[in-house]
Structure formats: structure tokens, C-alpha cells
């Protein structure tokens, strides 16, 4: 099978981090130093991920101009062009329906999706592991799932037996997942939200998960980027 290749989500416009994402993509902005995309970057590098496809939209063209085409790191990075503007982004769902082609050529082999804001010391080695049991058809997803931070004190689901489910809402999606493409397949390029679409394969107990209790932040805010 081919190697398990990455989207990282980067089409959104941040408005939590305005003024400085009125004129930088959130993922380009730094982070201790380091653009908070090359945090998931070399994350997903450790982990073996050579391939990666970054969606873009708002300021799409920083992106490239920026992160190159990975030569030079010894990896590839494609892009998936939404459009130019927040208006034309596609949400989750709809940016990896657009993306699906460049993510799993062959149709079969899972692939990775995580946000382009986040930092955390998660090891993506679990989910390169997670590839075959998907392609098995064991699963058609396996999401990460962190405690409930204070800026979503409400959750999203639960964890039950290793299997996702939509209540309580006892823990928070960390928007790092490992999926099958083949629950994307006919599903249109359009803008679309990952949930409540994804809710039906986890109600019929599609969906694994596991917890994440080590370092994991969300960077809404111009504050949290200069946070020890």
C-alpha cells in the first residue's frame, strides 16, 4: 500500500486571533519561535509521514510561498486550494472531500487529519499504527480525545469501550484523527462541517478513539501565543 499521508487544516481565517490573522494564516503564526504548522510538521515527521497536503483559503498563498513544496525538509507538501478568501473555505468535511484525491491515491490507505493551530506532544505513531486495522475495515475512523479544556467546558462525546459516542460529552475532539477513505467517497466538495456528519459512523460503533491526557494546546488568541 502507499505510505499514510497528512492534511493539515489551514483554511480557516482565526478570528479568535485577529488583528494578526488579518494579515497571517493562524498556522503561519508563531509559537515559541516556530510557525505553529511546522509544530505539526515535524510531529507527523517523527512518525514517519513523508507526504502531506495543506488546504488553504484564507490568504491561501502564504502558504506556499512559505512552506515551499518540502523538498528541502525531505518531504512533499501539496496544496488544496479552497479559494482566496474565509468565504470560500469548506469546512473540515468538505476540504477533505476536495483533498481526497492527493490524501489516498490508491483509495484504500488511510490518511491523517489534524488542525494546523494545535501543539501538542501527542505521538502520531498511533495512528500510522491504526492504517492496517483501518484498510481491514475494523473501523472507518479512530479520533484523539482530550479532557474537556476550559475554553470548551461542554465536550463533544465519549469514549465507551474504545468506541466513540455522542454522549456524554465527557471529552473534547482533538482535531487529530486517522480515517478510511472510503466514508468519504461521494461525498461533494462542498462546504460542510466534519460533525455532525461523522456522528452516523460512531452511532454504528464505526468509530474508535482514545484518550490523550499529555500536552495538547488549541492557540485561539494573540495571549496564548506568548504563553509559556
Not at 460529552?169 to 487529530?176: K, N
Request: without cysteine.
Amino acid at each position: 500500500m502507499q505510505s499514510v499521508r497528512a492534511l493539515i487544516l489551514g483554511a480557516g481565517r482565526g478570528k479568535r486571533m485577529r488583528p494578526l490573522s488579518d494579515s497571517t494564516p493562524k498556522p503561519l503564526l508563531r509559537f515559541h519561535g516556530k510557525r505553529m504548522i511546522d509544530w505539526q510538521i515535524d510531529a507527523l515527521i517523527r512518525a514517519g509521514v513523508r507526504d502531506f497536503v495543506v488546504n488553504t483559503a484564507h490568504l491561501a498563498d502564504q502558504f506556499p510561498a512559505q512552506l515551499g513544496d518540502g523538498h528541502e525538509r525531505g518531504i512533499t507538501i501539496r496544496y488544496s486550494k479552497e479559494g482566496d478568501s474565509e468565504e470560500e473555505a469548506l469546512e473540515t468535511l468538505g476540504g477533505i472531500a476536495k483533498a481526497l484525491p492527493l490524501l489516498s491515491p490508491d483509495g484504500v490507505t488511510p490518511f491523517i487529519v489534524a488542525a494546523g493551530d494545535i501543539v501538542t506532544e501527542f505521538d502520531y505513531s498511533r495512528l500510522t499504527a491504526r492504517a492496517d486495522a483501518l484498510m481491514r475495515g475494523d473501523a472507518d475512523a479512530h479520533l484523539v480525545l482530550v479532557p474537556n479544556p476550559a475554553f470548551h467546558a461542554a465536550g463533544d462525546m465519549a469514549l465507551e469501550n474504545g468506541l466513540v459516542r455522542r454522549a456524554p460529552q465527557a471529552l473534547t475532539f482533538s482535531s487529530i484523527g486517522i480515517y478510511s477513505p472510503r466514508i468519504f467517497k461521494g461525498v461533494p466538495a462542498v462546504r460542510a462541517k466534519l460533525f455532525p456528519w461523522l456522528y452516523h459512523f460512531a452511532d454504528l460503533g464505526r468509530v474508535t478513539g482514545e484518550l490523550f491526557t499529555g500536552e495538547w494546546r488549541n492557540i485561539g488568541t494573540p495571549e496564548q501565543l506568548n504563553e509559556p
